[in-house]
């Protein structure tokens, strides 16, 4: 029982994780038809930006570290607001080509991050909190898992709220529903993309610093391990659907836990759910029907 | 299949449309038909010669041509362009974004090495073994990609070869060897192709697979299929329409790309005695479209060119990053430079915003622009000749 309850929330854990990078990757798709191959450098840099305000400043103070999650949001969102307006940008509509662009961001960002800081992991700290564990139903679950939870928790929760109930936010929706008519109807949608791009990067910035607490290490290639998840979670939710992200990472980190610890091969059974789930709806669980 | 509307215009777009004067229109095309054969036969040539010549290229090559450290570059070199070539028939013919073709490669790689590690078959055999079971691989993986299409296709094949970088990353039942790697056991393969002294042979084994690769992937591109492929391309509906089976098609172009690519790997396990999970990574597969990206979309040769070019400068940017030059500069410009990812990757994104077509695409317009000069300078001409007359 104790073992369910551990894999449960430590697969809870890594769905946050997952849903910061595919919330970013769904809703820049959704709106923009681009499935953003930097995405995972975002959330590098964001963990990095996170490593040196907690190196510089003494690691173990929670001020500290509210501080390292500010910076690495804001980083990721500026490192993603100015991929799109320098790079994306240029080529409007071409979708093939804008993939390719951010390929091309993502190899070289990811050299230039193990050229600063070196290709090997960098270990690191936190307040001492997040390193012990809280018993639940007489499992020991790391700490750093609940702050994972919660933090997406309130990033899904902001979204909504964000997307619902402001300008931006309508502009948004109706964009990912018609981007034609509300262009015709006189709004520039163009805002509306940098914005996305820098609401994206502002999660995988926070994702990064929260990753590098998870994992208890900062790497140059910590953006592309939780990529490949984000994009199957992406494909599997629905291109485009928030929700569909939300509930996908869930279903895909707990089901590659408990795979990983009675059969070992997690990675597979994540891969098989996808051809599944692409064979049986190809459009993802809450995506928009082909 | 009756697909002649819309396979005339997708031909018509990768094949060369320069406007030729109506005169001498035959011979023209004649010579269009004739040049591009000869110039290639007289590459192949001149190729198939280095290990014979000693040309020093310095910057370019580590040494002469007809020591093993170069053979050994420029053997990997022509192997990465026909890998790239086979990448080349998939997105650039047909069309397919995916970004999964590391794993048809890695197939040739591991499983040649563990089919010659584990059985007591020689090589030629083997290869065959390793050949149908890529072929087998290739057919359950894109009959069920194939069912989606667009970027969905790009993350299945993405995901599948993920698979497999997992499967050879966790070893089962040590057959993969896990992060090390495994090596050549080379007691089943003929001696003409084993060590530093062969890497000649090896040469011309790699050069014999790119003009193989190159006359399989023509074929493909010339026959009713490919042709198909291309429209499905261009318009997979209007296909339907007019009665095309853009389905078996494409599966059809992406079996025959994931086989060359199989192939590809079991030459490149010779030549570089030995396979490592880095060829099974998505990394793998993302090059290989820069590589086709920087030669251009949709052309033979650049994708070649593309291939042959990475892989030099990869390997000669990583010399470049441990000289004296760069450890003198200030740290500013000396960690972009001595990454030679870096330099790569800001590379292909420059080709991609400012140069559409690539390398082919640059060259084409170049010979273009000089022949309507000549036709400028022609048409000056015959005015001062009537003039004066």
Known sequence: ?290 | MTTTPTTQQASSRSDETAPLPADDGARGAARRRWVPLATGLALVVLLACLPLLAISLPGVLPGPTYTPGTLQVLALALLVGALALSYHLLFGVAGLLSFGHALYFAVGVYGLAIVLDRTDLPLLPAACVVLVGGIAVAHVVGAISLRVTGISFAMVTLAFAQAGNVLVRRNPAGATGGEEGLALDTTHVPDVLVGVANTRNLYWLALAVLVVVYAIVLWVERSRAGHVAAATRENEMRVRVVGGRPYLVKLLVFVVAATLATAVGMAYLLLQSGAVPRVTSADFTLTLLVMVVLGGVGSRWGAVVGGVLYTLLDQRLGALAASEAIAGLPSVLRVPLSEPLFILGTLFVLVVLFLPGGIAGAAQRLAHRSGRNRDRQREVARDTIEESA
Do not use: C
């Not at chain 1, 501080?67 to 804001?74: M, N, T, Y």
């Open chain 1, 1 to 290: 029982m104790s073992t369910i309850v551990l894999l449960l929330i430590t697969g809870l854990g890594l769905g946050a994780l997952y849903f910061l990078v595919a919330s970013g990757l769904s809703l820049i798709y959704g709106l923009m038809g681009v499935l953003n191959f930097a995405h995972g450098s975002f959330l590098t840099l964001g963990a990095f930006a996170g490593w040196e305000v907690a190196r510089r400043l003494g690691a173990d103070s929670w001020g500290v570290f509210g501080l390292a999650l500010v910076v690495g949001a804001a980083v990721g969102a500026a490192f993603a607001a100015l991929t799109e307006l320098l790079l994306v940008r240029r080529l409007y509509e071409r979708h093939i080509e804008q993939v390719l662009v951010t390929v091309g961001l993502a190899l070289a960002t990811v050299a230039l991050f193990e050229g600063t800081w070196g290709s090997d992991p960098e270990f690191i700290e936190g307040p001492a909190w997040l390193r012990g564990t809280t018993d639940v139903a007489g499992a020991p679950v790391p700490n750093d898992r609940f702050l994972a939870i919660g933090a997406a928790v309130l990033v899904l929760i902001g979204i909504v709220l964000f997307l619902r109930y402001t300008r931006f936010g309508l502009i948004i929706r109706a964009g990912v529903e018609n981007r034609a008519m509300v262009t015709a109807l006189g709004i520039d949608v163009r805002k509306a993309f940098t914005l996305v791009f820098a609401v994206g990067g502002a999660a995988a910035g926070l994702g990064g610093v929260l990753a590098s607490q998870y994992f208890g290490y900062v790497s140059p290639h910590l953006g592309a391990q939780l990529l490949i998840f984000a994009f199957i979670v992406t494909v599997i939710g629905g291109l485009g659907s928030l929700t569909g992200a939300a509930v996908a990472a869930v279903l895909v980190a707990v089901l590659q836990q408990f795979a990983n610890y009675y059969w070992g091969y997690g990675d597979l059974v994540v891969v098989l759910l996808l051809a599944l789930v692409l064979l049986v709806r190809p459009s993802g669980l809450l995506g928009r029907r082909a």
